[in-house]
């Protein structure tokens, strides 16, 4: 059997957290990528190079010997304006463009972050000090779970609780929901578009530079790729899950974080390479199996003539 | 309140001219129709006035100030409401968050409780008010596509073929509610096919016809359907 040639570890609660972990902070991406989605339709495959801008942050905040909370508001200020400009030069003025021509754009943005960031500093990778600590373990009735997995778990259910208040409890998150179905109409209703875009661009950023704290920690070594492979892993992820509807986006972006921190626990040392190989190959299985995505319904409400 | 003066109005998509030199006028407490064949150009003048088509001539004014260039969001702010062609009702939404999306082109410019009176037109909207807009029928979608615009409390109340694909009994109730808005002094613009009963119970009527507006009738020509006919022809 494919398993006993593999010689699959032990699956231990250490792991079962960190997969928890990695799943919270793979749905918290997952959300932020799919409102922008939402109300753009547009794939930002840059949201991979704000997360690095913020693993960044954090690093230099280390060297510069900030305190870990400063540490952390730089990451959140420089993803945000990095958030916010990629909106203004970029997105709005594509806005009307066609899918492809954004789809190709993002790539341009994130291949130029990418670059700029080897250029500026460098081929070798920063590490984030003192905020490392985190990964310290607690003892949890008697197991020893990561500081930063409880962290991440508790950070990424308040978020997501926090954003559906905001969705189904506001004017805003009403206005945005609707602008997510039918932009057309909702403006035609009164609902502004600048408005809704904004919130959901800062809700996005602010989503990057949670994860980014979060990554940063998990692999406390910063480079020009850093948040990349995360990056394709929730796309998948909501692709899998169903790109058009936040709930099953963000189930989508946790299974896959769940998913890839349970195998990443049991493969044997030698074996993590071929991490991604499998899940992308449940990737295709699944998506296969359920082109519509993991978690949607079958047609949805139909709307009567 | 002088109500919407559309002046000399063109529409233009590519090549294809929509509305060409459309003037009308519609006065507070007053219901114009807009009838017309397919592709006359009645929605694209519904769409001009709302900021969402291309003007490339005339003037559309609301109270006396241009509002031409603004977009339709700020249209509807500034209490000019549209009843789309096809309801575009939200169907995943329950019918009190539909009923609440029309509360976004309120603004600052009125305190009226737009959402009691969209529940007291049409008493269905509270009963089903957390049902899911999308299981409701069509009458009772196009209900609640007329209470999402009265929910603005708006001046002006644009309506694009309501009574399209509805039973008769469910057209009488629609048309019946026209009239209310009317006499609460709203200034309606009701585009229709059902010639008519639009020209029956409108002030006036204008009669469309590639893009150019053919002949105007008041509601006593309503049983001469003929030179309704023969406009069509033209
Ligand atoms: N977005 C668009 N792009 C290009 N052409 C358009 C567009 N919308 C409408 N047209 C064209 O403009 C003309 C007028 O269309 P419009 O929809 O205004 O007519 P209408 O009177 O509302 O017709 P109907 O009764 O079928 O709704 C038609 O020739 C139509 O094909
Ligand atoms: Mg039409």
Redesign the interface.
């Given at each position: 059997m494919i398993l006993g040639i593999l010689s699959l570890q032990p699956l231990t609660w250490p792991t079962v957290a960190t997969a928890l972990a990695l799943g919270g902070v793979y749905a918290l991406m997952a959300v932020g990528i799919g409102l922008v989605f939402g109300v753009l339709r547009l794939v930002n495959f840059a949201y991979g190079q704000l997360i690095m801008a913020g693993g960044y942050a954090l690093a230099y905040g280390s060297l510069w010997n900030f305190a870990t909370w400063q540490s952390i508001l730089l990451c959140f200020g420089v993803v945000l304006v990095l958030t916010v400009l990629m909106d203004r030069l970029v997105f709005r003025p594509l806005r009307t463009s066609s899918p492809t021509v954004m789809l190709v754009a993002t790539f341009a943005v994130a291949f130029l972050l990418q670059n700029i960031a080897l250029l500026k500093f460098g081929p070798l990778s920063k590490n984030v000090g003192s905020l490392a600590q985190l990964n310290a373990p607690w003892d949890i009735f008697g197991v020893q779970i990561k500081e930063i997995a409880v962290l991440a778990v508790v950070t990424a259910l308040g978020c997501l609780f926090i954003l559906q208040l905001l969705l189904t409890r506001t004017p805003l998150g009403l206005h945005m929901r609707a602008a997510a179905m039918d932009f057309r109409t909702a403006r035609l209703l009164g609902v502004r578009a600048n408005r809704v875009i904004g919130a959901a661009v800062i809700i996005s950023g602010l989503l990057a530079a949670t994860s980014a704290v979060f990554l940063s920690v998990q692999e406390n070594s910063i480079s020009s790729t850093f948040g990349l492979q995360d990056t394709i892993i929730v796309l998948a992820g909501v692709v899998v899950g169903g790109m058009n509807r936040p709930i099953p986006a963000t189930l989508g972006g946790f299974s896959i974080g769940f998913a890839t921190g349970i195998l990443g626990g049991v493969l044997p040392a030698d074996k993590t390479q071929y991490l991604t190989s499998f899940i992308f190959a449940a990737v295709i299985v699944v998506l296969l199996v359920r082109p519509n995505g993991l978690f949607t319904r079958g047609g949805g409400a139909v709307e009567r003539v | 309140m002088t109500g919407l003066e559309v002046e000399n109005l063109s529409v233009r998509y590519g090549a294809v001219e929509a509305v060409r030199g459309l003037s009308l006028e519609v006065r507070p407490g007053q219901i114009v129709g807009l009838i017309g064949p397919n592709g006359a150009g009645k929605s694209s003048t519904l769409h001009a006035i709302?900021g969402?088509a291309p003007i490339t001539g005339g003037d559309v004014r609301l109270d006396g100030t241009s509002i031409v260039g603004r977009?339709?969001?700020e249209v509807?702010?500034r209490g000019v409401?549209?009843v789309?062609e096809g309801r575009?009702?939200?169907?995943?939404?329950t019918v009190d968050?539909n009923l609440?999306?029309?509360?976004?082109?309120?603004?600052a410019r009125t305190n009226g409780d737009g959402l009691a009176r969209a529940h007291e037109l049409f008493p269905i909207l509270r009963e089903f008010r957390s049902r899911?807009a999308?299981?409701?029928?069509?009458g009772q979608?196009q209900q609640l596509a007329i209470g999402?615009?009265l929910a603005?409390d708006p001046e002006i109340l644009l309506l694009d073929e309501p009574s399209l694909?509805l039973a008769p009994k469910i057209v009488d109730i629609v048309f019946e509610a026209l009239t209310q808005i009317r006499d609460a002094g709203l200034a309606v613009l009701l585009v229709e096919q059902r010639a008519q009963r639009t020209v029956a119970l409108a002030d006036v009527s204008h009669v469309l016809a590639n893009g150019e507006l053919r002949l105007t009738l008041g509601s006593k020509d309503a049983a001469d359907t003929e030179r309704l006919v023969a406009a069509y022809l033209a």
């Open positions: - | 709302m969402s977009r339709p969001e509807a702010r409401a549209l789309p575009r009702i939200f169907g995943e939404l968050e609440r999306l029309g509360l976004a082109g309120r603004s899911q999308g299981v409701l029928s069509g979608q999402r615009a603005a694909g």
